[in-house]
């Protein structure tokens, strides 16, 4: 209706074609050669507009270049218009359009042509199209009636008597039907999933509209946290100057007392020298032999017990106290790291066992259940319903609530798997093995690529890995289990984000000459 009034506004008030391209100063548009001839024709020697009558000087005529591009442009939309539309057949007179198509007739309908029309069920009726051909057995030339299920094709009923004739047929509207019936169900279930998608997407731009605040809220503890360190490290500092000042004022004080006792004893040595020395002057043996036996004596014992004692002394005092200043430092470090842990929720590693109850028989377990390495010999041991058939085993040690941690170390074999998995976990077939069902989830190398899997979905872990120990952690109540590189700085790798509802152990897969090894707590 718009393009309709739109057209009659710009056309020739004349020949009332939209071809216009001239402009009267009175407003009116006409078509250049309309208007000369109009002009022309008035033998009363005015010029006059046709339209107004009202010129009494020679109009100035002049070229509407906007009209003119607006004509073409509604020109051009109306051949494109026509040139789409399938119009009546039955209509001659008039070109009116057909609103559905006969298949049997082979003919268009309009909307009073199709009340007239047969009813019949021979009759399908379908949109309208201007290309029939597309409706009719390029074989036979005859409507397409049928639906091939098996060769998945439209056909006619001679096709259906011929080569299709042992096939799965049904008529086209009915098979229409049919999947149109299938493809609302699809189309719910992608409605279903696209909600979902929204939903996720909605919570994780929520989640990161919370990430600047988190990060300040990270950024400011760590800093109060370095700043609590720096201050433990101060009075650490102070403690152990304080310590050596102390230590400082013992080791004085014995050595001064060690002074005193020496020169008391020089004094006496002295005294002694002195009266050996008259005695060396006497000329008289009798009084030299009964006056320095004794004197003889004391001093020959009296120097080397004297040089054993201050020799200890010197050597211990030191010792001593360099072991109490490492000790206090030591003390010191140790409860500002304990602190610290506490302060962000970092746990202990977990000292894990393996269990030779679950074990497979190609897998070898190391005497302090700690390793778990793959074995082309069979271990021989007992048939038991938690033993898994193949390449598994699980620890011994499960978790029901809390946070926990461990560390392993894995061979440069192509094949491995560590992870964590479900007490109710399948112990056989390849189901079984952890991430490839619901009731596992693992970080794995398979043929050098390193992902994690779940369900047997796989997420490629795609930044290069350059060493070969992993930590595992777990928040059972959050619902999250991490693995991280252990390399030169630690590397995030994946959280997996569920619900826990079982008791959890640590599980391990190793073929290949492969092996896994729980990493001790320091």
């Not at 939209?18 to 548009?29: A, E, F, K, N, R």
């Not at 057909?98 to 082979?106: F, N, R, S």
């Not at 952890?434 to 779940?454: A, P």
Request: glycine residues 2%; contains cysteine.
């Amino acid at each position: 209706m718009a393009s309709a009034t739109v057209q009659e506004e710009q056309s020739c008030l004349i020949c009332e074609n939209s071809c216009i391209s001239v402009t009267l100063s009175c407003g009116h548009t006409f078509c250049q050669d309309c208007i000369d001839h109009a002009l022309n024709e008035d033998e009363s020697g005015d010029y006059i507009c046709p339209e107004c009558r009202d010129f009494p000087e020679i109009p100035s005529l002049s070229k509407n270049t906007t009209l003119c591009k607006t004509a073409d442009r509604v020109l051009h939309t109306q051949l494109v218009q026509e040139e789409s539309l399938t119009f009546c057949t039955n209509c001659i007179h008039s070109l009116v359009p057909a609103v559905k198509t006969c298949l049997l007739c082979e003919a268009y309908l309009c909307s009073d042509h199709l009340t007239v029309h047969s009813k019949s069920a021979d009759h399908v009726l379908s949109v309208p199209t201007s290309l029939l051909d597309n409706i009719k057995c390029s074989v036979h030339n005859k409507v397409l009636e049928y639906y091939c299920y098996e060769d998945a094709v439209c056909i006619c009923v001679y096709c259906a008597a011929e080569e299709h004739r042992s096939h799965h047929l049904e008529p086209m509207h009915e098979a229409s039907k049919k999947r149109m019936e299938k493809l609302r169900n699809v189309l719910n279930k992608l409605t279903v999933e696209r909600g979902r998608n929204e939903n996720r997407i909605q919570s994780l731009l929520e989640e990161k509209k919370k990430i600047p605040s988190n990060i300040a809220n990270l950024t400011e503890k760590a800093n109060a946290m370095f700043r609590d360190i720096w201050k433990q490290l101060e009075d650490l500092e102070k403690r152990v100057h304080i310590e050596i000042s102390r230590h400082k004022e013992q080791v004085s004080l014995s050595m001064s007392e060690q002074v005193q006792q020496l020169e008391i004893k020089n004094d006496e040595l002295s005294r002694k020298m002195c009266h050996i020395e008259e005695l060396c002057d006497v000329t008289d043996p009798l009084m030299v032999l009964q006056g320095s036996a004794a004197d003889l004596h004391d001093a020959e014992e009296g120097d080397n017990d004297n040089k054993e004692e201050v020799d200890k002394k010197d050597s211990n005092a030191w010792v001593v106290e360099e072991f109490i200043i490492a000790r206090t430092v030591y003390d010191g470090l140790k409860n500002l790291v304990t602190k610290m842990s506490k302060n962000f929720c970092v746990p202990e590693p977990s000292d894990l066992l393996l269990d030779l109850n679950t074990a497979a028989n190609n897998v070898a377990i190391s005497s302090d259940l700690k390793s778990a390495t793959w074995s082309v010999i069979s271990q021989r041991r007992k048939e038991t319903p938690e033993r898994f058939r193949q390449y598994q085993v699980l620890s011994i040690k499960r978790f029901l609530s809390g946070q926990h941690y461990w560390e392993v170390e894995t061979s440069e074999s192509e094949y491995w798997m560590v992870g964590m998995a479900y007490s109710s976990t399948k112990t056989k077939g390849d189901q079984s093995w952890i991430g490839n069902n619901k009731t596992s989830w693992c970080f794995c190398r398979w043929f050098n690529e390193y992902s994690v899997r779940h369900d047997c979905k796989d997420i490629q872990i795609l930044s290069e890995i350059t060493c070969n120990r992993y930590g595992i952690h777990l928040d059972y109540e959050a619902g999250q289990l991490s693995f991280y590189e252990l390399c030169n700085p630690v590397r995030h790798l994946h959280t997996f984000i569920t619900t826990f509802t079982k008791p959890l152990h640590a599980a391990f897969w190793v073929t290949d000459n492969g092996w896994i090894k729980i990493r001790s707590s320091e």
